[in-house]
């Protein structure tokens, strides 16, 4: 149930986040380190956040397979211990 409603709210920041961006339209110079680029201000924002998205994403996707390796390894030291004192 949880999930669903972080899902429903990512949906509705992300589709409010268009909603404005598609209000903006001016052009803007965006200077990269190696590059420059003219972007409307809706592109610009659309690139951010999808940025911000995949960056959270795969910073939560590490956090949870590290979660998992330690549990796999507390799970093994847990059954090698109930061998042990067995």
Known sequence: ???IIVFVVIILL????????S?????ITVNYVIAKAELRVSTF?????AIGFLIGFLMMLLRFLGLKVQNKLLQRRLKKLSKDSA
């Open 1 to 3: 149930m949880k999930a």
């Open 14 to 21: 992300l589709m409010i986040s268009i909603v404005i961006g």
């Open 23 to 27: 209000q903006n339209t001016q052009m």
């Open 45 to 49: 924002m659309v690139i951010t956040i």
